[in-house]
């Protein structure tokens, strides 16, 4: 038994094999090519790999579940023979490199399976043209198969996960995080508070783990390689209690999220997509109080259509059946990069070309994404809030940009509700300006993430200063409490979503501050609740 030690960034017991995460394909770019017939013999290549694969799936796949099952695999080829004509048409015409030549094909026939509204069943093989594309574009890239595809249950380990490449992971497959660098409030470690499963970061465990047994202690930080019995003895009774204690915290699910005295607050999930949603469920979340909508452009390789953003937060707003749900618009830049947005390279990133200072720059992408979130915004309970916001400005264009859009809404006969807007205070200088901008906004939400970062000039995803951070930092506190106080002398609600609302050792102070909302990964909102209602 080897034993690996880091930083516990969640909590809780996973025991199961370990797997190496294989890193993400890049999103594929649009190149031109000078000589097409060897590009299109590339893709004939790697089409026959994938043949292969496929074929291989199906049998494994027969023997596994079943012939029924196993069905499917013959649709996947059924469509990479119908790739030919379009594949070499467009790699002769535009003379482009064959992966944008099979993405586009992808996408084209996924676009024309979504338009057959008399025939689900083909409908719902959107996903499976699209695997299929991806495929080809992974053998042309040197193979890596369904390598992040999992049949079992892992542990997994990775050098460090971009939210890019956690969108792609198969997350019901995974038990835990394990990490050799990162940080405590990277958003790896957000990710797996959603799930709701332990996260370990700044751990050296090394390659050869991959394929062993493991034991993850989100608690004191420790991974277990191929671990005796009575350590395995130790945890497989630890994980029992785990799960008993969650029984009973499911004892509270409806029940009210109110103190002894009366105080309500609300208590909301935060979520990155419509994956999320079980969570939300599954933890009785009062609402959400934080969609991060970057995770839209992040799962795609190029800008999300307003149609396709429009569906994902109309799903939303419907599965919420009325409940309020805040989403963020684009929160994009610093830690979250996108390829196709083609951003520069930044000194300092962080205080850099990010979020709205992105949308309000390049109004085509805000606009596009506020004309999808009013169109869903006649399906539930939508509210729309605006990140990174330093300047009263910016909150006086962003709502003339709104304005706009359901003018245009209006004109073009389209439904749309005219939702709250708000925005995060998630800048020392928003602090500063928060009675002003309280006059201009339905609702205040607290990005302590990035509040602690800006306030505390400490880079948030540099593991090195986790020493010198200090969640609870008073400084950072009392920005909390003099943004609720101003956004009460104005009627504005004022909100908690980042990490430190769900933070148990602050749940009282927060509601005796005043807080009416805190927004957190759906696994904190029941011990949160049973906080709230032993409170006097
Ligand atoms: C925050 O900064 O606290 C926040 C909620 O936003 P994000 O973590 O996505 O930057
Ligand atoms: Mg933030």
């Known amino acids: 038994m080897e034993v690996y030690s880091g930083k516990a960034s969640f909590k809780g017991v996973a025991i199961g094999k370990i797997a190496e995460m294989q890193k993400a394909e890049a999103v594929v770019r649009r190149m031109h090519v000078e000589d097409v017939e060897a590009e299109i013999a590339r893709y004939h290549a790697a089409k026959e790999q994938a043949q292969k694969e496929i074929l291989e799936l199906k049998e494994k796949a027969e023997k596994e579940v079943g012939e029924a099952q196993a069905e499917i695999f013959e649709v996947h080829a059924m469509f990479l023979d119908d790739f030919d004509d379009s594949v070499e048409n467009i790699i002769r015409e535009q003379s482009v490199n064959a992966e944008f030549a099979v993405a586009q094909t992808g996408d084209n026939t996924a676009e024309m399976l979504a338009a057959m509204d008399d025939n689900p069943y083909m409908q719902a093989r959107q996903t499976d043209v699209k695997d ?43 038990l835990a995080f394990v990490t050799r660098e990162g940080s405590t409030n990277s958003h ?36 277990f390689v191929d671990p005796d019995d009575p350590t ?23 029940k009210e999220s109110v103190t002894k005295s009366g105080r309500k607050v609300k208590l909301y999930a935060n979520i990155g997509g419509i994956g999320d949603l079980n969570f939300v469920k599954e933890n009785d979340a009062e609402g959400v109080g934080l969609f991060r909508s970057e995770f839209l452009y992040l799962q795609n390789s190029d800008f999300p259509t307003e149609d396709e953003q429009f569906k994902a937060y109309r799903t939303v707003a419907e599965m919420l059946a009325g409940k309020e749900v805040v989403v963020r618009t684009l929160d994009i830049g610093a830690d979250k990069q996108i390829d196709y947005f083609n951003l520069d390279k930044e000194e300092n990133p962080a205080l850099g070309y990010r979020a709205i200072r992105i949308c309000l720059t390049r109004e085509d992408i805000f606009r596009t994404q506020l004309r999808a979130l009013y169109r869903a915004s006649a399906y539930g309970n939508i509210m729309i809030m605006f990140p990174m916001i ?5 909150v006086e264009r962003a709502k003339e940009i709104c304005t706009e859009v359901k003018a245009e809404l209006t004109a073009q006969g389209i439904a749309f509700k005219d939702v709250p807007v708000g925005i995060m205070i998630e800048t020392p200088a928003a602090v500063l300006i928060a009675d002003e901008l309280a006059e201009l906004v339905d609702f205040f939400s607290i990005g302590t993430n990035d509040l602690t970062q800006y306030t505390c000039a400490l880079d948030r995803q540099n593991q090195k200063l986790e020493r010198f951070f200090n969640a609870h930092h008073p400084a950072v506190l009392r920005a909390i409490q003099m943004t609720i106080e101003a956004g009460h002398r104005h009627n504005t609600w004022v909100g908690i979503c980042g990490e430190l609302g769900a933070d148990p050792e602050l749940t009282e102070t927060f509601v005796k501050m005043g807080i009416d909302e805190l927004s957190m990964s759906p696994g904190s909102i029941l011990p949160c609740r049973k906080i709230i209602r032993d409170m006097d």
């Open 132 to 174: 299929v594309a991806d495929r080809v574009i992974r053998d042309m890239n040197g193979g890596g198969g369904d390598s992040n595809k999992f049949t079992e249950h892992v542990i997994l380990v990775a050098d460090d996960l971009a939210p890019s490449e956690t969108v792609q992971l198969d997350k019901a497959m995974v």
């Open 390 to 394: 330093t300047s009263v400005w910016e």
């Open 232 to 254: 395995l003895e130790k945890y497989m009774k630890m994980k029992e209690a785990e799960e008993e204690k969650a029984a009973l915290l499911k004892e509270l699910k409806g």
């Open 188 to 223: 790896t470690a957000i990710l797996a508070r959603t799930m709701n499963i332990p996260a370990l970061c700044q751990t050296p465990i090394p390659k050869e783990a991959a394929g062993k047994m493991g034991i993850v202690d989100g608690f004191t930080g420790q991974v």
